[in-house]
């Protein structure tokens, strides 16, 4: 990647909202803007910060960027991270809540388990998901381009 990645498409699975969002070539999210629940959040990383404005609140946390239900979010840390095969890492990420776009700070392991396959552990919870970037890519419902 030297450019960039950029996604811009529906927000949720079921099509509702939309979700505008654009890293550059270090994997740091350069722009988010997301409509949905009434509302519309936008934010970005700044240094070691993630700032957002949602309605007329402000926020800002140490944080290495944003997650939600959208994969596009799983792309933009993956291309963050940049972990070799078999390295993992903790990062502490701002959730973007469904459906109000409410903003929680979230801990997660990552762990690289293959070429293009990722394991996202909740410290929270324990919950674990498996994630393949190329994949969810392929199948997103919006538009995602190197940019």
Known sequence: MSAGWAYDGPRTEDGTGRLQLRVDAAGVTTRLHVEGGGWVLRGGCVGGSVLWRRGDEEGEAVALGFTGTSPAYDV?????????????????????????????????QWSRTGSARWVVDDLATGERREVDPDTVVAGMGGSASSV
């Open 76 to 108: 933009a840390v993956a291309l963050r991270l940049r972990l070799g095969v078999g390295e993992h890492r903790r990062v502490r990420l701002v959730e973007v809540t469904d459906p109000v776009l409410a903003l929680r700070l979230v801990d997660r």
